[in-house]
């Protein structure tokens, strides 16, 4: 399912596995799996059985309780789950919550099927992430206590939930069928557009509300040299924008607080059909060939303006070819072609975005982004330092064709702008995970990544700055609204220009020390080279290498089991920046520079322990 509302919306506490499928994954997810898949395995059957108690505690009065029961039969198992987390924060007014609640059953109808029910409830509560405005503010402020800035948007209130139920039939010995059914729904409200005379108001609420139900199902069948999947994915959602002005201090026409400035509902149908297919050519090589087709069908009426109705059908093919080698039992080489694809939204295609002074107009125009990703690797298993090791090394080319973008950059809203498939971009790069064996005295993991992210095509980007007097110095072209000069625009071409916000280096390195058979002392270092925070590569961000040490203890006592652990993030309290954006003159002073970037600096050393025990 699609999530709008953060990175992370998934109980932490509920993940039994993930997986990332690399380059573009269109061919078995769809619409927006661009450049890859995560996916997320949350726990089940019977080594959830029994029942678990849990209490951390950490910095910046971060605390979390966890309780779980579960059973497990012959013909059946589920478990329960509810944890609740709440932290202080390091910033000025960021105080958040979060509860869940999670649950499995599985019932086992014979030998050959079952019948899983779950759920995941959700709801969360969080005010300022900590912005600051340019690095003189990151340095002399960096929790963000200054009255005179605040985050665009604050004080989220997201309620979640995710009901689904499947049917696993085994049709023979290598033959299965699987049906999902599910629904998901988001429900989220929060204020954005920090009025610039009291930053502590905010002009416009947002309550924004999405459900998507859809059906999927896979019938998978193999012999000797042949394996082949057929699957059905089938969509039904529904999204609601709704929001009403709170304060109309310096808005231009027609304003009023309590007035509705949105209110939106976009219905999206998909019907897709994919499959695949492998093939055992030798006793050395195997061969696959995926496939999929979407019927995208998206219609939106708008109850405000009615100018902003419409519809859009998009039918978007996705494939893959790939092909794995074994040069020896220990020793692979594979290769892979992918694609993928984004559609675009309602709201690039119709609606626009805005706030009371500024806006992104939409574009009916808009194709989908395209991907294309190449990749070549070797797996090998071997003895490194004594220790047995698994290697993948891959080179990687990914392209992607009309990538879809307000003309003034992907976190500016303004005037005279638009959204448009403002062009190309090609991420070149090397991976590598080198991963040792856990059971020895002593083992260690590595990977890194070089990436060489740059813009192929990007001839238009807006760079808008403030007019000066009202007026616009020579080579920049005033944007006006409602008689007023809003902006100078000014023109760049970005193509040869690095992607921003991608360091070109990545490397992460864990140490790990068995002492016995109940202590595991680790430390890790992470090291991220320098980046640029703008598109027109004019403000650089630094890098930096941060440490990190992790205590585990694990023991089992009178039939329990037993678990502590102790860590401490940014051992030697690195100051550095969690995020940093920009592409406007954000402080209005005519130009831009690294004081009209949008920072969040982190909050140094933090310290976290935690206890836990398994009945």
């Known amino acids: 399912v699609f999530e ?7 109980d932490l506490d509920n993940i039994q596995s993930i997986k990332v499928v ?16 995560v996916i997320i395995t949350t726990k089940r059957g019977a080594q959830q059985a029994g029942v678990k108690l849990g209490a951390e505690a950490g910095s910046y009065g971060y605390y979390k309780g966890l309780g779980r029961i579960g059973y497990a039969s012959e013909t059946s198992a589920g478990h329960i789950q509810v944890s609740s987390r709440q932290q202080e924060g390091y910033y000025d007014d960021s105080a958040s919550r979060a509860d869940y609640a999670d649950g499995k059953w599985q019932y086992y109808l014979d030998n050959t099927s079952d019948l ?25 402020d960096p929790k963000s206590e200054d009255p005179s800035y605040n985050d665009y948007a604050n004080h989220f209130d997201v309620d979640l939930s995710k009901f689904f139920v499947t049917y696993s039939k085994d049709l023979g010995q290598s033959n299965n069928l699987m049906v999902n059914a599910y629904q998901f729904s988001d429900n989220t409200e929060f204020d954005e557009n920090p009025v610039d005379t009291d ?38 959602n529904y999204y609601d924008n709704g929001g009403q002005y709170l304060d109309c201090t310096g808005a231009w026409g027609a304003c009023a607080v309590g007035d509705p400035f949105e209110d939106t509902r976009t219905d999206e149908k998909v019907q897709a059909g994919y499959g695949e297919f492998k093939y055992q050519a030798t006793d050395r090589l195997v061969m696959t060939v995926n496939g999929r087709a979407d019927h995208i069908d998206l219609d939106n009426d708008d109850n405000l303006d009615s100018s902003n109705n419409g519809s859009k059908t998009f039918d978007v093919w996705s494939w893959r070819l790939g092909g794995n080698y074994a040069v020896r039992s220990n020793f692979d080489v594979y290769a892979n072609l992918s694609t993928g694809f984004r559609a675009p939204s309602v709201e690039q295609l119709f609606v626009g975005s805005g706030s009371p002074t500024m806006r992104t107009d939409p574009n009916p125009d808009l194709k989908p982004e395209y991907s294309l990703n190449q990749e070549i690797g070797i797996r090998t298993k071997t003895t490194l330092l004594g220790m047995a090791t698994d290697i993948d090394l891959a080179l990687f080319q990914l392209d992607r064709k009309d990538h879809i973008q307000s003309t003034a950059g992907q976190y500016t809203t303004t005037s ?16 590598l995970s080198v991963l040792g064996d856990v059971n020895r005295q002593w083992s260690w993991d590595l990977a890194y990544t ?52 991608v360091p070109k280096h990545h490397l992460n390195f864990l140490l790990r020390y068995r002492p016995d058979d109940y202590w595991t002392i680790s430390g890790e270092m992470d090291a991220k080279s320098s980046y640029y925070a703008d598109e027109i590569n004019r403000v650089k961000i630094g890098g930096v290498t941060l440490y990190n040490l992790l205590v585990n203890y694990d023991r089992k006592i009178g039939g329990n089991q037993w678990s502590f652990f102790g860590r401490i993030d940014n051992v030697f309290d690195r100051y550095y920046y969690n995020n940093a954006v920009g592409s406007s003159d954000n402080n209005d002073d005519g130009v831009f520079n690294d004081e009209d970037i949008s920072i969040i600096v982190n909050e140094g050393r933090t310290y976290t322990a935690g206890l836990s025990v398994q009945f």
């Open 4 to 10: 709008r509302t953060g990175r992370v919306n998934i």
């Open 450 to 501: 070089y990436i060489n992210a740059k813009y192929t095509k990007y001839d238009q980007f807006v760079l808008n700055t403030a007019p000066i007097g009202g007026t616009c110095p020579a080579g920049k072209t005033p944007v006006t609204s409602h008689g007023h000069v809003t902006s100078c625009a000014e023109t760049f071409d970005n193509a040869g220009n690095l992607v921003p916000r």
């Open 22 to 37: 690399k380059g573009g994954a269109s061919y078995l997810y769809g619409d927006d799996a661009l450049s890859g898949a």
């Open 416 to 431: 005279g702008n638009i959204y448009d498939n403002i062009g190309d971009m090609r991420n070149r790069g090397l991976e």
């Open 199 to 236: 930053p502590d108001k905010y002009s416009m609420a947002v309550d924004y509300k999405q459900v998507q139900r859809g059906v999927k199902s896979e019938y998978r069948a193999g012999g000797e040299r042949v394996a082949w999947m057929l699957g059905v994915d089938l969509r039904s």
């Open 116 to 140: 899983t029910f779950g759920f995941s409830l959700s709801k969360r509560k969080k005010n300022s992430h900590g912005s600051v405005k340019g690095v003189t503010a990151a340095h002399e």
